[in-house]
């Protein structure tokens, strides 16, 4: 078989895409090579992408610099419950956008896409003195309770997959006896497993990676996340930050959001193909 010759434009796309990607590696890589580097030898001239020597000290040291271990378990305890509780409630809401009838549907709908016109800062305040009322202050509750409330972003998401599904699904499972909730639970929601892991791909990174809720709701060191816990890290110096723990600490941080993202990656491109063609 004669090799197929790559033609000068592909050429030109591939050498793009590879630019696009080095973009976006260079910075982990820099950051990755500064955590294993002494202070000292952070800013040299020329940069010193391999360290030399290796020290692996900062990864130890961290762990009594920052409050880095009760961060890690208080993410946790968000992340999870925010993933959980978000994807049954998106996933039941856009089930209902997707196949059922009822009136004022898509009103109801396009109220709901309007919502995400709004900026987050708009709502910083309002917030704020609405958990204040309730007494969530210096809880983690401001940052699992609205989250977990059917996000906008994912019944969107969810429903361009759903109208993807055969509504003959529907009906056959009515022709059973099934109920809508048994319909949904049964038949829809296993049949949307690509779309609740990407989903659930994208609420842990959001989830996990923020900081100015956070930082804006809670006060006290036992309730502070893992990213407010490496931005402590600042305060930690009055003159210079220890550049090569801080790095350390986002290493440890951005780990969690690389290994689901590497094991799912798969789901997370089907996903997203499947709702582009039948949206």
């Not at 009594?64 to 998106?90: E, P």
């Not at 931005?231 to 210079?240: P, T």
Request: with cysteine; aromatic share 12%; glycine share 4%.
């Amino acid at each position: 078989m004669m090799k197929q010759k790559t033609s000068p434009l592909r050429a030109v796309a591939f050498l793009a895409l590879l630019a696009g990607a080095c973009t976006m590696i260079l910075p982990f890589v820099w950051m990755l090579s500064t955590s294993l580097k002494e202070s000292n030898l952070v800013y040299t001239i020329p940069p010193q992408w391999i360290p030399n020597p290796v020290d692996w000290q900062n990864y130890r040291d961290v762990w009594s610099a920052a409050n880095l271990l009760t961060g890690i378990k208080n993410s946790c305890v968000i992340t999870f419950s925010v993933m959980a509780f978000s994807t049954l409630t998106s996933s039941m809401a856009a089930f209902a956008f997707a196949k059922l009838r009822f009136p004022g549907k898509n009103v109801i709908f396009m109220m709901l896409l309007a919502t995400m016109m709004v900026p987050a800062v708009v709502l910083l305040v309002p917030d704020f003195i609405i958990y204040t009322k309730l007494k969530w202050i210096d809880t983690l509750l401001p940052m699992i309770v609205p989250a977990s409330l059917c996000n906008v972003n994912n019944i969107f998401f969810m429903r361009q997959f759903m109208i993807g599904l055969p509504n003959g699904y529907l009906d056959a499972a009515k022709i059973d006896g099934c109920g809508y909730f048994r319909a949904y639970s049964r038949i829809f929601l296993p049949l949307c497993k690509p779309a609740i892991i990407t989903n659930a791909i994208m609420l842990f990174m959001a989830t996990w990676n923020d900081y100015l809720n956070p930082l804006l709701f809670t006060h006290s060191e036992s309730k502070q996340t893992v990213q407010v816990a490496i931005a402590m890290l600042n305060s930690h110096y009055e003159q210079q930050t220890d550049i090569p723990m801080v790095m350390a600490a986002s290493m440890i941080a951005i780990l969690p959001v690389l290994i689901l993202f590497i094991t799912c990656q798969k789901y997370f491109t089907d996903s997203l193909a499947l709702t582009g063609i039948k949206g």
